[in-house]
């Protein structure tokens, strides 16, 4: 017989949002780390890799981006899915009572 698997759809939900509050703050806390670049190149006007810095940084900037765009997404598929085994299972519970409420009535 395979497992019981209980699932808490509200906890479910409730870390899925906050993988979104993490990312979110993650985005906002990242945005001026690399602006430093930009800074040392327009400040430093001889600075021979000032180019290479700026392309580095906004290559780097870009890839975390989109590392925490897809830990957004995932936070908001995780409520998602917790939303959709809720309303499974409300379905499932009323489609039950309903067989039931159907049963009892041929009985009387």
């Known amino acids: ?3 019981h698997i209980k699932i808490n759809v509200e ?5 899925g949002g906050l993988v979104q509050q993490k990312a ?3 985005n906002t806390q990242m945005s001026s780390l690399y602006e430093s670049g930009l800074t ?3 400040g430093n006007a001889g600075f021979a890799t000032g180019n290479a810095l700026v392309s580095f940084a906004t ?4 890839k975390t981006t989109t590392a925490i765009t897809l830990l957004r997404d995932t936070g908001q598929k995780i409520v998602e899915s917790a939303q959709l085994i809720h309303a ?3 379905g499932s519970a009323d489609g039950l009572s309903r067989t039931a409420s159907g049963l009892d009535d041929l009985g009387h």
């Open 88 to 90: 499974t299972d409300q």
């Open 40 to 42: 040392a190149k327009d």
């Open 11 to 15: 906890q479910v939900k409730d870390a």
């Open 24 to 26: 979110d703050e993650a």
């Open 59 to 62: 290559n780097k900037r870009e």
């Open 1 to 3: 017989m395979p497992p």
